[in-house]
Structure formats: C-alpha cells, structure tokens
C-alpha cells in the first residue's frame, strides 16, 4: 500500500476532550507510518484547508501530541464556517481537492457534529465525482449530545459531569444563606434544541427536595405560570428553589426565551440570557430575592473535571477514524455502542454519514419526568456512566499543564482563494 498523507481538521465549538480525539488520529497515523506519511492540519478548522494554511503536524514531538489528551479548546484552531450546497458553491468544494491533490492528501478527518458530518459526506461525493481518491472520515465530537445513531456524542459526558457538579456545589450555598438571603438560583446550560446538558444538572440530586427543584427542557413548552407555581412551592416547602435551565428554553409558539434576534455562521438563531430572563420573571412574578449564573464557554473547557469514560471515548472515536480510512471505509463516522448498563461497557462501531448528517437526537420523552421539571429512571441510567471516572491532566504551580505546540507551517502550492 502506497504511503499517502492525512488532514485534519476541528469544526465549531470545542469540548474539553476534542483533543483527545486529536490525539487519537494523530498517534494512529503515527503507529501506521507505512501506509500514512504526514499528518497536516488546518489551521482554524476547515477554513485551514480552503485558504491552504496548513500546520505540519509532523514537527511535533511524541510528547506535545501525547499531552493533547488532557488539554482543552481546539489546538489547532477550529471554526463556526459552514461550506453551503455543493450547486451553488462547487469553487470552494473543488478547492479543498485541489488543496488535497496539491499536498498528496488522501485521508481527510473532519471532527465536529452535525453540520460537519454534512460538510464531510459532500466532500467526499464530489472527490468521488472528480475521480480523486480521497477517504473521508468524520471524527464525533458535540457537548449537546444530538448526533444520531452513536450511543452518546464525546464531549457531553464531560460537560454533563461539570454540570451536575456545579449544580450540586451551588445548591449547597444557596441552602446556606436561604434563610436570609438568595431564595432562588438560576443555572443556564448549552443546548440549543436538545436538552440533554440541563437533564445532566439533575444528576446533582435524587431523592425528595434535593436540587434542581426544576430542569427546563428546550424539548417541552415553557409555561410561565406553571414554572413559578413551582418556584414558589420549593421555595415555601425547602426555604430555597435551583433551577437548571436550557438555553434553548421556548414558548409554545417555538420562540426561545431568550432570542437574541440574530443569527451565527452556520444559521441557528443566537441565544443569549435565559438565566437572566428567567430570574426576572421570578422576581416579576413572585418577589424572591434571586441570583443567576451562565456556565458558557467554563462548561466545554473544563477538562480539570472531564470525565473519564468521556476521555477515553474521545480518544477512542479518533483511533477508529483512523482504522476505518485504512480499512478502505468511506463517509462513514465511528459511534458509541452501549453493550452493558450494570457493569457499564462500551465499544466502537461505525456508521455511514449519509444517516448522521443534518439530523438531530433529542432527549427521549421517557427520560423526562411526567411532570417535565426532571429526570426519570431511565433518563439517570442513561445519563450516569457517562459522567463516572477522573482523569485529572498532570498540575504545575497550581495549574493544569497543557500541550505547547510548534504548529509548523506547510509551504503553499496554490494561489490564494478567497473565502
């Protein structure tokens, strides 16, 4: 078999063990030398490649490559940049070949969610349909746990352990001062559509009255009314009330909470302040002197708190990637299998693109609670390996040690392209 070179690449928003997956596909290229030459990635995600910004992933040392895995953010940089349909924008397709072809690139590795999966599946058909040899590969990586098919998506059970552990040590001091002081506190979580990062905050609390007192799932109709009748039996019953509550909280009607009133590269309408906005009507409706947090980006980049399965899954899915390419696979994505509950067991199967592209996984109705304020049985069965294990990154002068990369860059071939 004919040695050929490997891309790589990071799209939209990073987790806290996007890099474990990076290592993964980097140290599996490696222990293949004989069939992958160099690995290259792009700097800044796909845009990398269109712009033919290149980083040669070969000058790095076994070590650096070695301590991705317990570095979070995109360490070569990743984008919000959707490629649109092939009809109406085929320059930009026929230039990642071009790009490709330049650089004797025949393995492409595209890491990210859903939209990426798209972008991975088109540029795959169209090197199929200009006859270059190219085997594309998507890498699984999203904290919103919505990619379809895979048991869960690497990322999420990471986030989901921040979460409930920031749920859990909020309560604590909210139940702490409640008698005199904040009667209700607000945790906004990601989740566009999906509320499975909000159902991960139940997690913190299991029996009667222990918080979350309320999860708000973007999956059912918030009904004002009903929500502060809530808020006011926990805070009369309890002294206190948590809520844990999706960005993408909305009406009935399908408008967010919290519409920003624009939208991001890749289309989705921008969100910002359900917490705020939710707090308000708390102290609109029932008076309580209330406070609200917004975990954003602290939520994804927490890999001092990652989760250890979320780890070694991560790392997991990009070892595959890499066996899949060289097995002569195609548009095709590694997945999660959950083999087991009790003990919790797990391995890599794979999937073809065609079925995980531009599709969404919500939360099942069977994980919420009747009432639709929490979890169900099967929603903590479900959701609570995901969380299980440390994998705490190696600490200096207090602080966690993260990879130091050279990122070297590839000498262009090509005239500049503009975006």
Known sequence: MAQHNAFYAQSGGVTAVINASACGVIETCRRHSDKIGKVY???????????????????????????????????????????????????????????????????FFYNGGGDSADTCLKVSQLSEKMGYPLTAIHVPKTVDNDLPITDNSPGFGSVAKYIATSTQEAALDIASMCAT???????????????????????AGNGEGEPPHLVIFPELPFQRTQVMQRVDEAVK????????????????????????????????????????????????????????????????????????TDVEQAYAVGQKAVELALDGKNAMMPTIKRVSETPYEWRIEAAPLAEVANKEKFMPREYIREDGFGITAAGRRYLSPLIQGEDFPPFENGLPKVAKLDKVKVARKLPTFEL
């Not at 002081?181 to 997690?203: D, N, P, Y």
């Not at 906005?277 to 309580?288: E, N, R, S």
């Open 181 to 203: 002081s904040t009667k209700v506190f607000v945790l906004e979580v990601m989740g566009r559509h999906a509320g499975w990062i909000a159902a991960a905050g139940a997690l």
């Open 237 to 308: 019953k309890y002294g206190y009330c948590v809520i844990v509550v999706s960005e993408g909280a909305r009406y009935e009607d399908g408008t967010f909470l919290a519409d920003a009133g624009n939208t991001d590269a890749f289309g989705h309408r921008q969100l910002g302040g359900v917490a705020p906005t939710l707090a308000g009507m708390v102290k609109q409706d029932l008076g309580y002197k209330y406070h609200w947090a917004v975990a954003d980006y602290l939520q994804r980049a927490a890999r001092h708190l990652a989760s250890k």
């Open 41 to 107: 990635a792009g700097h800044n995600g796909i845009i990398g490649a269109l712009t033919e910004d290149l980083i040669d992933v070969s000058q790095e040392s076994d070590d650096a490559i070695a301590a991705l895995r317990h570095t979070p953010g995109g360490a070569f940089g990743s984008c919000r940049y959707k490629l649109k349909d092939i009809e109406t924008h085929r320059a930009q397709y026929e230039r990642l070949i071009e790009v490709f072809k330049a650089h004797d690139i025949r393995y």
